[in-house]
């Protein structure tokens, strides 16, 4: 993780690395919006736990036992441009890239840091023929606890992985029991509630939303380990029947933005 962008802003500082593409730490008005872990791996082409990793050209486990959240967060992107408060970061269809998934594209990248943290995606198809593909942002978020925390604005079609069933849900999603669930219908401006401060999360484009802590259960991730209550992951992307199909010369655009404020009173 020594290949890092430092982004500066009158709000706050964040460091992105090379490798993913992958905003590691952002802090904003003083307070930690992203949580990294502190046992996180630091080897070249492994993922790294925290901040928000791209997963991409798929989401979680593949069915042909490929690397699970697809290849772009073990990849070094290339930068495009670069000012004091944003990067823009990018990756193409690769020799290596290609024996995964064999289809010819280009990733970007927008990272900007003001008064909250924006990430703007486009995909784009370079290929003869027709690809699908579906992706996440997975953003990691420092909490005080994980089983104090709820996600307000979640409604449409979920799915839990344990048994992958898919149940509507509409309201309140509470953290204090273990949690691995997919929404492929969710849109609108969620919330996630840690004590006085509402983290919220925005976009266009991104019409799925992840929740996800193991709980204790994570007391056997070598990664994480005891620090299971530092964080929660809400992500955007597009998963499931939210999956994207690119014509050839298609482009698929979509941005996330991030913001940690004080809860209103009442």
Not at 10 to 33: D, F, N, P, T
Not at 67 to 80: E, I, T
Not at 236 to 260: C, D, F, K, Q, Y
Request: glycine share 10%; aromatic share 6%; net charge negative.
């Amino acid at each position: 993780m020594d290949d890092c962008i430092e982004l500066i802003s009158a709000h706050g500082r964040a460091r992105v690395s090379r490798q993913g593409a992958q905003v590691l730490e952002a802090e904003i008005g003083g307070q930690q919006l992203l949580w990294l872990s502190p046992l996180a791996s630091t080897e070249a082409g492994k993922p790294v736990r925290g901040g928000v990793p791209v997963c991409f050209p798929w989401f979680g486990k593949h069915p042909d036992g490929l690397p699970a959240h697809g290849f772009a967060r073990n990849q070094d992107w290339v930068v495009q441009a670069q000012q004091a408060d944003r990067v823009v970061l990018a990756l193409q269809d690769s020799p290596e890239g290609r024996a995964l998934w064999p289809h010819a594209f280009r990733l970007e990248l927008a990272i900007s840091l003001g008064e909250r943290l924006q990430l703007d995606l486009s995909v784009e198809n370079l290929d003869t023929q027709p690809f699908s593909f579906s992706y996440a942002l997975h953003s990691y978020f420092a909490v005080t606890d994980s089983r104090l925390c709820t996600v307000e604005g979640l409604s449409g079609r979920l799915r839990r992985e344990v048994g992958h069933v898919t149940t509507p849900h509409h309201g309140t999603v509470r953290l204090d029991q273990p949690i691995d669930a997919v929404f492929e219908t969710a849109t609108g401006t969620l919330q996630l509630l840690d004590g006085q401060r509402e983290i919220v999360v925005g976009g266009e484009g991104m019409r799925s939303a992840v929740v996800w802590n193991p709980g204790m259960h994570a007391e056997g991730i070598a990664d994480i380990g005891p620090h299971w209550t530092e964080y929660v992951c809400l992500e955007r992307g597009n998963i499931g029947v939210a999956a994207v199909t690119l014509a050839p010369a298609g482009r698929h655009v979509a941005s996330m933005w991030l913001e940690s404020r004080l809860r209103q009173p009442g």
